[in-house]
């Protein structure tokens, strides 16, 4: 059995339940009625427009294009991550863009190349969808984890001068904060991997399965996708707070002002 369209009338009236959490923000009074009614709209628009360009992306299936366009990709998540962190662009841009584009090439190449053994690695039917899957895990990872790392590290400086104070190395004494950073970021996708297939049914398995699938297959890929989504995800903030760290400390190993505001 094939994949059952969805025409866009039908769309349309599947956007209806979208009131439904509409109501309750404004009941409320959340002062989130006119982020959801932007966020749906921006949501609307951007996947119609992806659903063009993908067609020639995959139509083209150029390495040196989907390469382009994974730059691209990067490029809008760093801004993304540096927008929300608050922290300054100088120390926090290019350790985020490093960070995306080595962890995404390594875990991706290794899934497209050694786990699934394509021939053709930048494969716009795979290279795309799979970087789009590592860099939309890494940017939510990294969000959480390098605000709470810095945040926490400027409003504890005292604990950081005391570790230093008592021999501590500096990578040493940034380690409860690279602690903290971790277990925020992750503990919900650990508790996540934990109940998968008993509590939650992933949306990458579901969309398999619903395009045509076997399960048996489904659930092989969904297995992977976890195992690359967070291997990526940590290897990508470890690069990206190694590298700004170097830029937040001055020589003396004093911390410098690094969140904008």
């Known amino acids: 059995m094939g994949t059952i369209d969805i025409s866009y009338i039908s769309l349309l009236v599947g956007m209806l339940l979208l009131l439904i959490p509409i109501f309750y923000i404004w009941y409320y009074e959340t002062k989130l009625l006119k982020a959801i009614c932007i966020g749906a709209v921006r949501m609307v628009v951007q996947m119609l427009f992806i659903g063009v360009y993908l067609r020639y992306l995959f139509e083209w299936d150029n390495p040196v294009i989907n390469s382009v366009w994974v730059f691209i990709m990067v490029y809008i998540a760093s801004e993304t991550a540096l927008t929300r962190t608050r922290v300054k662009r100088s120390v926090l841009m290019m350790p985020l863009v490093i960070g995306f584009v080595v962890a995404g090439v390594l875990i991706g190449l290794y899934f497209l190349g050694i786990v699934l053994k394509l021939d053709n690695v930048f494969s716009a039917q795979y290279f795309i969808p799979i970087m789009g899957i590592l860099l939309g895990n890494m940017l939510t990872v990294n969000v959480i984890a390098v605000g709470t790392f810095y945040s926490t590290l400027q409003r504890e400086q005292n604990l950081y001068y005391f570790l230093l104070g008592n021999g501590a190395s500096r990578s040493e004494a940034l380690k409860p904060f690279v602690r903290q950073a971790i277990v925020k970021s992750f503990s919900p996708t650990i508790a996540n991997m934990a109940v998968m297939g008993l509590v939650s049914l992933p949306g990458t398995m579901i969309g398999q ?53």
């Open 209 to 261: 399965i619903l395009g045509g699938s076997s399960p048996h297959v489904a659930i092989k890929y969904q297995i992977m996708i976890v195992v690359i989504t967070m291997s990526a995800s940590m290897l990508s903030l470890m690069i990206a707070i190694q590298l700004s760290s170097k830029r937040a400390f001055d020589g003396y190993g004093r911390m410098k002002q690094v969140m904008k505001g």
